[in-house]
């Protein structure tokens, strides 16, 4: 509790607002592009943006797991549920659209899906019902993949398998870097998938691309500290990789997850909602565990979908290129209660997030 009170300290966000003021440029415009749907939640929630010089921009990047599922894999779930497949997924993934239909609307005719809290819950529906076949959707990035990976080591029911649309983040914020009038100064780069990857996975960011990079944890104190950290490092010219969420996050990070991850899965090239494919950012079960692929066993495999509905700005909104605000759909004809694109659906969507704040 009381740590959580420090985090949200008043006179300590406006001092650091204040030393954000200063170092800040006068002139020319820096834009810090962070990679995580909670680190927009705490921006947008507590209009973090608004302590901000408007020299100083932060942008979201593709953040959000939900958003970031091509249409393409949401079909796969949706044709499995219509085969009579149970189906098994987190609550957010619902609604996801599909090229078509949302797993949501296969619901509503009669298929069965339903909403787990935890892979483990999709084990125990499976045990329970040794009749009939079960699948888990397994979307989310590196944080949701070990839990993912550990189950799958240990040898599920065999009526269980995985229809595996995990995502690596660091293969993300390298397209950022290269759409050419994108234009990053800065990244923060994301506290829960950095305990599982260590400080050292963006290594490649200062050394390579002479990028700031600050691995920040999630309260409104640890983001201005961040956007502080990176003004600081563009000030001084330089390009170092910092670690604001010290707390948390170490070097290795979590060695026991990676392990896991890396025994469960090879790394391939996968399909970004609205943005193509990018190469090596997913993950793939490995063949020795193909008897737990959904793919394999029931022979599903849609290779294009219908990411974006007419209108649907979500590959901007994703890049940080465009506000949610921008988008001629939001709230319009896309709200929380009806969302068109998939940026609107998770509570980790940069445009829900601004639906849900903005007044
Ligand atoms: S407002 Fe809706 S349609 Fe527009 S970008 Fe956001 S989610 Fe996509």
């Known amino acids: 509790m009381f740590e959580q ?3 949200r300290d008043q006179n300590l966000a406006s001092r650091i607002a204040a030393k954000i003021q200063e170092i800040a440029p006068k002139n020319d415009v820096v834009k810090i592009c962070h990679v995580c749907g909670t680190h927009e939640w705490t921006i947008t929630h507590y209009g973090l943006r608004s302590l901000l010089p408007p020299t100083v921009e932060v942008i979201a990047g593709p953040g959000c797991p939900v958003c970031v599922t091509p249409a393409s894999e949401v ?7 219509i085969k009579g497949v149970v189906v098994t997924c987190f609550g957010d993934v619902l609604r996801v659209p599909g090229s078509e239909q949302s797993l949501l609307d296969a619901k509503a005719k009669g298929a069965d899906v339903r909403v787990v809290y935890s892979v483990l819950d999709a084990v125990r529906m499976a045990e329970k019902e040794p009749s009939k076949e079960f699948v888990f959707f397994a979307i989310g990035f590196e944080t949701t993949a070990p839990s993912t990976a550990i189950e799958i080591l240990r040898k599920p029911p065999k009526n269980l398998s995985f229809l595996v649309s995990h995502r690596l983040i660091p293969p993300a914020m390298e397209l950022l870097l290269g759409i050419g009038d994108l234009h990053i100064d800065g990244f923060i780069a994301p506290g829960h998938v950095s305990t599982v990857i260590g400080l050292k996975a963006y290594e490649i960011f200062p050394k390579a691309y002479r990028m700031p990079t600050v691995v920040a944890g999630f309260e409104p104190l640890d983001v201005l500290f961040a956007i502080y950290m990176v003004l600081k490092q563009l000030r001084e010219g330089v390009a170092r990789l910092e670690n604001e969420y010290v707390r948390a996050v170490s070097w290795e990070g979590n060695t026991k997850a990676q392990e896991a991850m890396y025994k469960a899965f090879d790394i391939v090239d996968g399909e970004w909602r609205g943005l193509g494919k990018l190469p090596s950012s997913a993950f793939r079960l490995k063949d020795e565990h193909a008897a737990f692929d959904a793919r394999e066993k029931f022979r599903v495999r849609i290779t294009r979908g219908r990411d ?9 909104v994703m890049i940080g290129k465009i506000r949610p605000t921008e988008c001629p759909l939001f709230m319009k004809i896309c709200t929380p209660q009806k969302p068109v694109g998939a940026c609107m659906v998770s509570m980790e969507g940069t445009c829900r997030i601004w639906a849900k704040s903005i007044r």
């Open 5 to 7: 009170l420090k985090f």
């Open 75 to 81: 079909d796969e779930a949706v044709v499995l549920a």
């Open 308 to 316: 974006l509905p007419p209108g649907c700005q979500c590959h901007l």
